[in-house]
T-cell receptor, first 111, second 116 residues
Framework: QKEVEQNSGPLSVPEGAIASLNCTYSDRGSQSFFWYRQYSGKSPELIMS????GDKEDGRFTAQLNKASQYVSLLIRDSQPSDSATYLC???????????FGTGTLLAVQP | EAGVAQSPRYKIIEKRQSVAFWCNPISGHATLYWYQQILGQGPKLLIQ????????DSQLPKDRFSAERLKGVDSTLKIQPAKLEDSAVYLC??????????????FGPGTRLTVT
């Protein structure tokens, strides 16, 4: 079992729709969860962090965390073609600040 | 606030040659990370420094890779000798001292290494 798992996609959604990206993790001791956006040929850019169960909203982005199910998700409302990118889920390992990254989900927003 | 700086942005070398990458973290960030990202994969941590000290280098291939962080600021990552499988993007990231478990890391633009 991978430490952080994501569906590689591509996930294709029409412009204006909600994109839902999912991530599961194996370490029950993890406390910090992050979503990074990575455009082709660019470096990862931090877009959301979440530390407590529940939802956290920032503009069109909502991160959801369920520690009991070891599941974290990212919702993108009113998806735009500029949101087309690979979305990386990252989870800290145990009580450390070492991040384990998933392989990323490629999102394609169709105009 | 200036971001993480890296150089060079691109490097092409032949196998068995050596190469070095440089990173300057965000001002005031105590923790610095070097990652390797192979095409189609997520970043993999190679080494983590907190100030001058190494916190984690468990995935650093120490027979060919070395890294240092002088005076707790800039860092260099070296590969000697390079192999074909070292072709990847080398990312540097930094974060402030973690408070209450928040470990937000910010990445530099990366160095794309091609080994031929």
């Amino acid at each position: 079992q991978k430490e952080v798992e994501q569906n590689s996609g591509p996930l294709s959604v029409p412009e204006g729709a909600i994109a839902s990206l999912n991530c599961t993790y194996s370490d029950r001791g993890s406390q910090s969860f992050f979503w990074y956006r990575q455009y082709s040929g660019k470096s990862p850019e931090l877009i959301m962090s979440i530390y407590s169960n529940g939802d956290k909203e920032d503009g069109r982005f909502t991160a959801q965390l369920n520690k009991a199910s070891q599941y974290v998700s990212l919702l993108i409302r009113d998806s735009q073609p500029s949101d087309s990118a690979t979305y990386l889920c990252a989870v800290n390992k145990g009580a450390t600040n070492k991040l384990i990254f998933g392989t990323g989900t490629l999102l394609a927003v169709q105009p | 606030e200036a971001g993480v700086a890296q150089s060079p942005r691109y490097k092409i070398i032949e196998k068995r040659q050596s190469v070095a990458f440089w990173c300057n973290p965000i001002s005031g960030h105590a923790t610095l990370y070097w990652y390797q990202q192979i095409l189609g994969q997520g970043p993999k941590l190679l080494i983590q420094f907190q100030n001058n000290g190494v916190v984690d280098d468990s995935q650093l291939p120490k027979d060919r890779f070395s890294a240092e962080r002088l005076k707790g600021v800039d860092s260099t990552l070296k590969i000697q000798p390079a192999k074909l499988e070292d072709s990847a993007v080398y990312l540097c990231a930094s974060s402030p001292i973690a408070r209450r478990g928040d470990y937000e890391q910010y990445f530099g633009p990366g160095t794309r290494l091609t080994v031929t």
